[in-house]
């Protein structure tokens, strides 16, 4: 939890990331405590598998992965194609608002194949791919979702939102 603390403190002093506490993800979930859980679960997943990865690049790479900086529930014609779209829009803020390593594009860039066609570079980025699935889908169907990650997330002072 330690290195994902860390992460999130990165991103949220050099950036924009608390914005997105004000935006809804999916059901009651707000995007920032959408990407703090995908950034949490795939760095459990990935040490659970015991396979080398880039720790700080796949939590930070995690962290912006949906960093578009609009509520995608607004109705504005442009949402219609948001999910194909708003992988390069988090790109752009992304990379306008920090210095990203390669691996930490890739993980943003390619987080929605297969519905963007290009398929991941790295394994951070398929890691992270797989893992932002997952938890779409518990937090579009559960009622009060990552119950013990959000008292960890406001035990320290960490606002999702
Ligand atoms: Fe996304
Ligand atoms: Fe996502």
Same mark, same amino acid.
């Given at each position: ?5 860390? +992460?999130?403190?990165? @991103?949220? /002093?050099?950036? /924009? %990331? ?10 009651? *979930?707000?995007?920032?405590? =959408? ?7 795939s760095d459990r997943i990935? /040490?659970?598998? =015991?396979? &080398?990865?880039? &720790? &700080? ?7 912006l992965h949906d960093y %578009?900086?609009? #509520? ?7 949402r219609k194609i948001h999910?194909?779209? =708003? ?13 990203? *390593? ?6 943003? @860039?390619?987080?929605? %194949?297969? !519905? *963007? !066609?290009?398929?991941? /570079?790295?394994?951070? +980025?398929?890691? @992270?791919?797989?893992? #932002? ?7 579009? %169907?559960?009622?009060?979702?990552? *119950?013990? !990650?959000?008292?960890?997330? +406001? !035990? ?6």
């Amino acid at each position: 939890m330690r290195a994902v603390l860390n +992460a999130i403190d990165y @991103v949220s /002093k050099e950036g /924009k %990331f608390k914005k997105t506490a004000g935006y809804i993800q999916h059901g009651v *979930t707000s995007c920032m405590l =959408h990407t703090i859980a995908v950034a949490y679960y795939s760095d459990r997943i990935a /040490k659970k598998m =015991h396979i &080398r990865y880039r &720790r &700080r690049e796949l939590l930070i790479g995690a962290l912006l992965h949906d960093y %578009f900086l609009y #509520d995608w529930h607004d109705k504005a014609p442009e949402r219609k194609i948001h999910g194909f779209t =708003h992988p390069r829009c988090a790109l752009i803020n992304a990379d306008r608002d920090f210095e990203l *390593t390669k691996t930490e594009k890739n993980i943003i @860039v390619r987080h929605m %194949f297969p !519905l *963007t !066609l290009i398929p991941p /570079k790295v394994r951070e +980025a398929w890691i @992270v791919c797989a893992v #932002d699935k997952i938890c779409s889908v518990y937090e579009v %169907f559960s009622k009060n979702p990552y *119950t013990r !990650l959000r008292a960890e997330l +406001a !035990l320290n002072n960490v606002n999702v939102g």
